[in-house]
């Protein structure tokens, strides 16, 4: 069974938009860990954000924020005020203690941000 | 920048032939995970090392292999190439498993083509 889904594959917004990129998981386990990853073209996945599963509080860095709801499972991310170097693919991972802190991706959300 | 180096960037293979893909893990990490990304998804967990030894393997076949070394480095072999392992193999360190503040960051990746 899918642990992440991403149900958007690709997202298309005009620079200065908002864009909100969705992310539900599956567990069973009360601990557990989740992430959002940055990937462009360059092939790098680069770390956005972590939240461990007992803090739902939301969370903001500049143009980043994160809604964690424990109640639908779901991770979601908003881009406020979209700019071209936010273009990229977009993944969501899961990890769990109990499987050694694997971690389990979503197959991504790609963004393209339009001048 | 991360800190995890890879080495090839781009390696050609031909089916049947074997390959070995380097990792240089974040200074003060002792564990590796390596991840298959095939085109257009999420990357799949392959096996994580940590001190020298496999910690948790996800479901690929026994000729997926790995070293981890004294410096934490690691390597990937594949043998008996097959088209479908055509790929971009990304290797991440971490610090050591259950850590609490456990963070995955990826290198760059080695993208493999087999033909």
């Known amino acids: 069974a899918q642990k992440v889904t991403q149900a958007q594959t690709e997202i298309s917004v005009v620079e200065k938009e908002d864009v909100t990129l969705d992310c539900v998981y599956e567990?069973?386990?009360?601990?557990?860990?989740l992430f959002w990853y940055k990937q462009p073209p360059s092939g790098e996945l680069v770390f956005l954000i972590r939240?461990?599963?007992?803090?739902?509080q939301n969370e903001i860095s500049g143009r980043y924020s994160w809604n964690f709801q424990k109640s639908t499972s779901s991770f979601n991310f908003t881009i406020t005020a979209s700019q071209v170097v936010d273009s990229a693919v977009y993944f969501c991972?899961?990890?769990?203690?109990?499987?050694?802190?694997?971690?389990?991706f979503g197959t991504g959300t790609s963004l393209t941000v339009i001048p | 920048e991360t800190g995890v180096t890879q080495s090839p960037t781009h390696l050609i293979k031909t089916r049947g032939q074997q390959v070995t893909l380097r990792c240089s893990s974040q200074?003060?990490?002792?564990?590796v995970s390596w991840y298959q990304q095939a085109l257009g998804q999420g990357p799949q967990f392959i096996f994580q090392?940590?001190?020298?030894?496999?910690?948790g393997r996800g479901n690929f076949p026994p000729r997926f292999s790995g070293l981890q070394f004294p410096n934490y480095s690691s390597e990937l072999n594949v043998n008996a190439l097959e088209l479908d392992d055509s790929a971009l193999y990304l290797c991440?360190?971490?610090?050591?498993?259950?850590?609490?503040?456990?963070?995955?960051?990826f290198g760059a990746g080695t993208r493999l083509s087999v033909l």
């Open positions: 567990t069973r386990d009360t601990t557990y860990y």
């Open positions: 200074s003060g990490h002792n564990t």
């Open positions: 991440a360190s971490s610090l050591y498993p259950g850590a609490r503040n456990n963070i995955q960051y």
């Open positions: 991972a899961l990890s769990e203690p109990n499987t050694g802190n694997q971690f389990y």
């Open positions: 939240r461990n599963s007992f803090d739902e």
């Open positions: 090392y940590y001190r020298e030894e496999e910690n």
